[in-house]
Nanobody, 124 residues
Framework: VQLQASGGGLVQAGGSLRVSCVAS??????????MAWFRQAPEKEREFVAA?????YYADSVRGRFTISRDNIKNTVYLQMNNLKPEDTAVYYC???????????????????WGQGTLVTVSS
């Protein structure tokens, strides 16, 4: 599986942005594959943002503002981010794995495949 993330940029607080992650390889075609977004802000640890496996999962900090979706025809997972806040500023990474135990879904170490990251900057 190869993951290619895109769509980051600069946006004002309260604005919206959508990041995308295109996956290639047979692993992604399985509906049991977990697709996820993580982020890492400067001088902070990587943190879970959202995941999709038959349904959506979100971190408390983004629930109600972010929406993860998956297009199996385009082999793409999206993260729609609304009402962005300066604290959302980070490099956003997509991740995938088809062997995850769901109790470990929020842990980056559970994922074998990662995209290169895309920078989202939210100005105040």
């Amino acid at each position: 599986v190869q993951l290619q993330a895109s769509g980051g940029g600069l946006v004002q607080a309260g604005g919206s942005l959508r990041v995308s992650c295109v996956a290639s390889g047979p692993t992604f075609r399985s509906s049991s594959t977990v697709m996820a977004w993580f982020r890492q802000a400067p001088e902070k640890e990587r943190e879970f943002v959202a995941a999709f496996r038959w349904r959506e999962y979100y971190a408390d900090s983004v629930r109600g503002r972010f929406t993860i979706s998956r297009d199996n025809i385009k082999n793409t997972v999206y993260l729609q981010m609304n009402n962005l806040k300066p604290e959302d500023t980070a490099v956003y990474y997509c991740a995938a794995d088809n062997g995850i135990i769901m109790s470990t879904m929020t842990k980056g170490t559970a994922y074998d495949y990662w995209g290169q990251g895309t920078l989202v900057t939210v100005s105040s």
